[in-house]
Nanobody
Framework: QVQLVESGGGLVQAGGSLRLSCAAS????????MGWFRQVPGKERNFVAA????????QYDDSVKGRFTISRDNAKNMVYLQMNSLKPEDTAVYYC???????????????????WGQGTQVTVSS
């Protein structure tokens, strides 16, 4: 089993920055990738960014490219999401997720991830 705990959410003005953290524990050696997703009430959970644990290669949704950066700290079993130039439409609950195997081309599909954190609220005011 893998446990994930997010932190770092909060209220920020448009144009501001936040850094989200995700602490992983448990069977972390079997991770293939870690992803960040976000969800607003009544909507489906959407992909934000992901990082492949071994190679460090990253992938972003077009809506956050150039503004968000995903990174990892192998030694600390941490994943981060640096969010800059935040917009009101970035307001959501942000979740980190992981799994030991994800089908090729499906890293942005939330249904590929078995383990999820509890989420952290990000609110961007205009």
């Amino acid at each position: 089993q893998v446990q994930l705990v997010e932190s770092g959410g909060g209220l920020v003005q448009a144009g501001g920055s936040l850094r989200l953290s995700c602490a992983a524990s448990g069977r972390t050696f079997s991770r293939y990738a870690m992803g960040w997703f976000r969800q607003v009430p009544g909507k489906e959970r959407n992909f934000v960014a992901a990082i492949r644990w071994s190679s460090g290669s990253t992938q972003y949704d077009d809506s956050v490219k150039g503004r968000f950066t995903i990174s990892r700290d192998n030694a600390k079993n941490m994943v981060y999401l640096q969010m800059n130039s935040l917009k009101p439409e970035d307001t959501a609950v942000y979740y980190c997720a992981t799994d030991s195997w994800i089908r090729s081309g499906q890293i942005s599909n939330p249904r590929e991830y078995a383990y999820w954190g509890q989420g952290t609220q990000v609110t961007v005011s205009s």
